[in-house]
């Protein structure tokens, strides 16, 4: 008989057992998941952490999970300087995009300030404030190499 259970956190052991079959079937269709978290760490001068953008790359793509400006240091450029750290640091390393998803209430025109495409809005037609923006930006690297298996 078999069972289904919400927990909180895999094991160890489940973790490893799960990423390497999807790996071996990724990689058998020529792919390679490429898959990373990273948090880029925005401190200021007496090094207090005031902004975290939390990211991580799968496939040919860089997802951005989040990001955090301290609300005593918003309306500073400094999310602004978040994402172009993250851009600068994989122009020209073979990516295809940047992806993101935002609430209406968070900051769609914000994104799109700082040169994302909104591709489509799913609406929350109960809290409009909810309803979810999904945006793209597009490195203009000649090559994609990323999320091919070498």
Not at 52 to 68: C, H, K, P, Q, R
Not at 88 to 101: A, E, T
Not at 103 to 110: D, G, I, K, W
């Amino acid at each position: 008989m078999i069972s289904i259970k919400f927990v909180d956190q895999i094991s160890e052991e489940t973790e490893t057992k799960m990423r390497d079959d999807l790996v071996a079937y990724e990689s058998s269709h020529g792919i390679d998941v490429n898959y990373k978290r990273f948090s880029l760490v925005l401190n200021n001068e007496q090094n207090e952490t005031i902004g975290v953008l939390n990211a991580y790359t799968a496939f040919s793509e860089i997802y951005i999970d989040d990001m955090w400006v301290d609300s005593k240091h918003r309306h500073q450029g400094l999310g602004k300087k978040l994402i172009e750290t993250l851009e600068n640091h994989f122009q020209g390393k073979g990516f295809n995009n940047i992806n993101l998803c935002t609430n209406q209430f968070n900051a769609p025109e914000f994104y799109k300030k700082c040169g994302f495409t909104a591709e489509f809005t799913r609406k929350n037609l109960k809290n409009p404030k909810l309803s979810k923006t999904f945006l793209v930006k597009y490195f203009d690297d000649e090559i994609q190499i990323q999320g091919i298996a070498q």
